[in-house]
């Protein structure tokens, strides 16, 4: 990837991982840049040969071209929704930039930070749902592990729900 920043921005498809990646494509990103989307999947025991195969170094690199085909990602258990897909065309074509997408399967916070070493990462982009004290105490904060373990810089973006 030569000399290029190469991003990082968790998503899960949900509204709070398209803010951070928003927020990813207007204050961080630049031109040659690569945007890599990094999706966690639950850990478990998969019968597909593909997510078999990554299921302990996750997947490839897949190019855009691949993530946005419904097919190809079905082999994966995910399916990218249009915004976000949107999202990244548009930054693609805007910014000049490659955009990829990283799968893991495991516990999203030991993923993420193994993400930052094994892509390698520069920086990672999370969001975080805004878990109230209780269920933040009993659940985990998956930012807040993300931010004191990863290796990088990590920025946070807050859910405005």
Request: aromatic content about 6%.
């Amino acid at each position: 990837m030569g000399d290029a920043r190469r991003v990082g921005v968790a998503v899960d498809f949900s509204p709070c991982s398209r803010k951070a990646l928003r927020w990813a494509v207007d204050n961080l990103l630049r031109k040659g840049d690569h945007l890599i989307l990094v999706v966690v999947r639950p850990d478990g025991h998969y019968e597909s040969g593909e997510m078999q195969l990554w299921e302990t170094t996750g997947s490839p690199l897949i190019p855009l071209s691949d993530f946005s085909n419904s097919v190809i990602m079905k082999k994966y258990g995910i399916m990218p929704d249009v915004e976000t897909l949107d999202i990244v065309t548009t930054a693609t074509k805007q910014k000049e930039i490659v955009a990829l997408l990283k799968i893991y399967w495991g516990d999203a916070r030991e993923m993420l930070c193994e993400s930052v070493d094994n892509i390698p990462l520069d920086s990672l982009v999370i969001g975080n749902r805004g878990l109230g004290k209780i269920k933040r105490v009993l659940m985990g904060s998956v930012s807040n592990y993300v931010v004191n373990n990863a290796p990088c810089p990590v920025t946070v973006v807050k859910s405005s729900e």
